[in-house]
């Protein structure tokens, strides 16, 4: 079993930044893929970014695109997102996810289907 903690998220204004720090507990943190995904008011789950095993890939939607950047510290088991330049509409709520069998494809609508443990989620607002 893996045990995930989302922390960092907030109150921003338009412009802002925030870092959001997911902490991982249960499996050996370096065998698996992570992912971030978020859901907005009234709106699906979606992909926000993913990073593979060792941190050499990373995958991104393109709305945040050159705006966020995932990390991972395997030595800490956590990985991270940097998210600069928000918007309004990045409001949400941000889960980190976990991909143990490397089922995710990256990028597409369907890749949440592929993690397979889920932290409860940090929530996020940028105010215009």
């Known amino acids: 079993q893996v045990q995930l903690v989302e922390s960092g998220g907030g109150l921003v204004q338009a412009g802002g930044s925030l870092r959001l720090s997911c902490a991982a507990s249960?499996?050996?943190?370096?065998?698996?893929?992570m992912g971030w995904f978020r859901q907005a008011p009234g709106k699906e789950h979606e992909f926000v970014a993913g990073?593979?095993?060792?941190?050499?890939?990373?995958y991104y939607a393109d709305s945040v695109k050159g705006r966020f950047t995932i990390s991972r510290v395997n030595a800490k088991n956590t990985v991270y997102l940097e998210m600069n330049s928000l918007k309004p509409e990045d409001t949400a709520v941000y889960y980190c996810?976990?991909?143990?069998?490397?089922?995710?494809?990256?990028?597409?609508?369907?890749?949440?289907?592929?993690?397979?443990?889920w932290g409860k989620g940090t929530l996020v607002t940028v105010s215009s």
């Open positions: 996810a976990a991909d143990l069998y490397g089922r995710t494809t990256w990028g597409t609508p369907s890749s949440l289907y592929g993690m397979d443990y």
């Open positions: 990073i593979n095993l060792s941190g050499s890939s990373t």
């Open positions: 249960g499996r050996t943190f370096s065998s698996y893929a």
